[in-house]
Structure formats: structure tokens, C-alpha cells
């Protein structure tokens, strides 16, 4: 298998080692940030040396292109999926966007979309850190879907985002609600912290329809995303306890896994 990374961090890098218990990828080309090359080089070379036969790092779409990948994973950031993940997709090569909430950006959720059917490639959005996303896309299908989702995370996890401007993160002792509001607005004011809210949205009721609580929790077992469903085919509630990832106390593990299941999908005899 030919993969192309677009980011090197957390997910990336947990991924690879994932991937590389399995055998090497035939080849592997990472996209990272310009100043970053030789760093990543390093890496490649160091404790990452089994996860490819050969490898390349790049700082730009056309030459992650020039690579052949045969899939991409996003797992970068917004503006990451931003500046490469159109190029890739119109020039045929599917896409796994883990930054799902880059699409409550209404032009780019268009422009991928476009992308997409000019190259004839398939944008695949994962679950992430939630799950029955299966259950709530086929409930979405049947229309009259109202979600409630509430992501409470650890005080620390929410360091770096506004919810540090509303709150003393180090000094709390209990739950506290600092946003209520759509999954638009919480995946473009969290976007390293409500992915899961526009995964929600976009397999069930909408970006506007889809009511977003977040929680700083000094209580909370790990990332926990719970939300409600009510529809006239099923009414269901989910609780996810998420350990979060060893690289990033924002991004849980299960993020992780379920990148390595939608490559797993594609390339096994069965898909689940
Ligand atoms: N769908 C879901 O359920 C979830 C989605 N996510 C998404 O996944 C993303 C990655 O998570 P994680 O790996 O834990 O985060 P990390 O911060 O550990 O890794 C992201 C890496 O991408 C790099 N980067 C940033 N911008 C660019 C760019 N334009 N081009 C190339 N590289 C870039 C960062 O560099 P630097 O550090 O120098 O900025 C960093 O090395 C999150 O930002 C979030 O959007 C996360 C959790 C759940
Ligand atoms: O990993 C998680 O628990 C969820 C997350 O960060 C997100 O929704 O962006």
C-alpha cells in the first residue's frame, strides 16, 4: 500500500505504528509543515524506520501527488484540510478527513464536495472518537432527526481554547457548561476539540439543527461524548468513556482506531 499522510503528530504518528505491526507500507509520503522536513526525516529514519519500504516527506499537495499515493489520511488540522485536501481529491485520490469540522465551513464543505466528483474520488468522513454514526446516517436518510450532543473533557484538554478565556481551568472542582450553542459554531470555535460535534451533524440533522453542549470536567473518566437521538424510526442516548491519545490529551485513542479501520476496510476481504 502506497499512503500519503497530510500532518505528523499524535494521530499520524500512532497510526504508523499501528499500521506497521502488520507489515511495511510499500510506501509512505508524509506532508508537514515548510521547516519541518528534516525533523520528520529523522523520525522516519529513527523509531519509524519499519513502517515503510520507502518514504518521501513533502510540504505541498502536487508534491504529495507526485508520490502516487494510493489514499490519504488527513490528520492535520483545519486549515490543513483546507490548503490540500481539494488537489488530492481532483486529482482521484480518496481522502480520509479526520479534521471533519473543517466542513462547517460552508464554501469548503462545497469544495470538497466538488472535488471529490470531478476526480472521481471519495471523500471518507470516519466516525473518530464517537461511534454509531452508522445508526444516526441511516436515521439522517428517513429526515426528522433531532441530536443533542454533550462532549465533556478534562480541564487540561480544553487548554489552548477560548473555553481557557472563560474559565480558570487549573482551579475547577466541578463541571462546568462553557458552550452551548449549534455544531457549527462548536466546530469552528473548538476545532481541535469538536470534530465529533460536525461528524454528528453531518450524518444526522445539520450543522444548525444539531444542539452542541461542551464541559470542562475536572471528574471526567477520559473524553466522554454522549448524545440523544430522537426520530420517528429510533430514539437512542450513547455514552463513549474515550482514554484519550498518548500524543494529544485533546484527541482520544479511539480517533486512532478508526482511521486504522476505514484503511483496514479497504484493503481486506470484508469491510466492518
Ligand atoms: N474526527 C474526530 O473525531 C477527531 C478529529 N481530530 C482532528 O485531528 C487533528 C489531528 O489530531 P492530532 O494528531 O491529535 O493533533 P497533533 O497536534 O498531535 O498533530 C497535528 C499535526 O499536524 C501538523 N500541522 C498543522 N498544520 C499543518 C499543515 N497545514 N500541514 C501539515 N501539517 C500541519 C501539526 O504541526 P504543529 O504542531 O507544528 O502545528 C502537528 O504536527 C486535530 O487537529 C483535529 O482536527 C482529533 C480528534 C478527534
Ligand atoms: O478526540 C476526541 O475526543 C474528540 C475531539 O477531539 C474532537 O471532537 O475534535
Redesign the pocket.
Known sequence: MRLGL????????ALLDLLARGGPLDHLAV???PG?EADARRRLEGDLAGAARSHAVV?DAAALLAERPGLVVE???????Q??VPAVLRAGVDVIL?????LADPALEAALRAAAAEGGARLVL?????GAIDLLSALGAGGGVKVRYRGAKPPAAWAGTPAAGMLDLGALTEARVFFTGTAREAATAY???A??A??LALAGAGFEETQVELVADPAAPGNVHEYTVASPLANYTIRIENRP?E??A???AT?IY?VLREIRNRLGPVAI
Open positions: 497530510i500532518g505528523f503528530g499524535n494521530i499520524a504518528t506532508l508537514v509543515l519541518m510540504t490528520c492535520a488540522g483545519h486549515a490543513a484540510a490548503a490540500h479526520v479534521s471533519i469540522g473543517a470516519p466516525a473518530g472518537a464517537v476545532p481541535r476539540n470534530n465529533v460536525a461528524t491519545s500524543g494529544n485533546k484527541t482520544s480517533t478508526s
